[in-house]
């Protein structure tokens, strides 16, 4: 946990499981019943259940979050479904990013709109942070979810250092 | 920079995408000639004026999709998924372009 300036504190997540699943509707909505999320988010939206989280990153795809019990829950639901389960646990690095000054520390390397009414509290996307793909998701107001590649992890929270030492004389902000 | 929309997540900017040149292009089977094979490979419309053409949305949901871009403007008319007609098919036919 890294106060990276005044209002933003950056936070490397301890490793957890993570897995991508490709499928069609009956997959997805499979996987989520196996987390105990009743229905499918919409595109750019995430789900909660007993089970754990779903983020629904692509039209044919969902980036799951389970807790717990693992992955025997899901490989069950999904057996009898055409689906591609993939762990990626091992690729990713997860942080959070939280702060007043978090939005506008994200705005600076990447092309999204942060406000809250074009990125919602509950919305997650791929996108990139400067050069770097990045799973970007909005877990609160002020907080924000990100997962990295793991060899991209060095270069990304040394740019996300970079942008908070010099955030402090910057006059734009995201517009709340 | 291009603003693309993408079918599935919306408006998003170019640096999102991978560009995957003109669309409609199919694949004859191997039975073609190597003339034919090679217009499938090499041989582009490089359209003046609106070219369909492929864009991935790479930094983001991945898909594939098709897009209708003025060569000459830079300006989109049309984004639509894989497997649909070209939107402005008929019309393009009309004025025998
Ligand atoms: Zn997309």
Redesign the interface.
Known sequence: MVEITEGCVLSRLPASTRLILQGRQPALQAACGALGVETVPEMLCTAEGAGGHALRVGPFELALQPTGDGLAPLEAALASVPHSLVEVSNRNVSYTLQGWQAADILAALCPLDFSLAAFPVGMATRSILDKAGALIWRTADQTFHIEVWRSFAPYVEGQLHEVAKSISYNILTVQH | ?LLIECP??GP??E??FSYGGEAHIDRPGPEVSEEEWASFLYLRENTKGVLAERWRHA?????FFNALRDTRTDEFKAFYEMGEKRPDAEKKEGEGA
Do not use: D, L
Not at chain 2, 59 to 63: F, K, M, Q, S, T
């Open positions: 920079m599935y997540c998003r900017a640096i999102e930094h983001g949901c991945g898909r």
